[in-house]
């Protein structure tokens, strides 16, 4: 039963991803952004590269870069598929399904599409995404379940 909470950890944080992604493409532009706070815009970017940019070179191949991010989230529902503790679980789902959520977006346009925009002053943090927040989160909750007890069967 607990895995049930992975699979909808997955197809709810993919999900999310991909629509709020549609939305964004649909309505906000790269040159002029949406400003919604005095620290947070919302403007179009694509990440050609992994996190925060790093290869960020549309020559590089996008295929060099799904084929390992591929053997993860394979690895990851693996773990997922074995782990009886919630937590774990639910954060390995997160991951699992932001990872995805960018994949998706490599395979079909060639580029992560980015739109959150955080500021302060002339810093920007690097434009990131919902699958982001997703992973993000999944790794903190991977990390917090595994400080967790455990029954004598592994379960929380």
């Known amino acids: 039963m607990t895995r049930w909470w992975g699979a909808l950890a997955i197809v709810v944080a993919a999900g999310i991803d991909q629509a709020t992604k ?7 532009s790269a040159r002029e952004p949406l400003q919604l706070l005095p620290f947070l815009d919302l403007r179009i970017s694509y990440n050609f590269g992994v996190s925060f940019g790093m290869f960020n070179d549309p020559n590089i191949g996008s295929w060099i870069i799904i084929a390992p991010i591929l053997a993860i989230i394979l690895a990851m529902f693996y773990w997922l598929m074995l782990e009886r503790r919630r937590g774990m679980v639910i954060g390995l789902g997160l991951i699992v399904g932001g ?7 490599r395979i079909r346009q060639g580029a992560v599409t980015d739109f959150i925009d955080v500021f302060v002053g002339s810093y920007h943090w690097p434009t990131f995404n919902l699958a982001d ?6 790794v903190v909750a991977v990390l917090l379940s595994s400080f967790g007890r ?3 069967h592994g379960a929380e």
């Open 22 to 28: 549609t939305l964004a493409l649909a309505n906000l």
């Open 99 to 105: 990872a995805l959520g960018n994949v998706i977006d």
């Open 133 to 138: 927040s997703f992973l993000f989160c999944g």
């Open 150 to 152: 455990r029954d004598a």
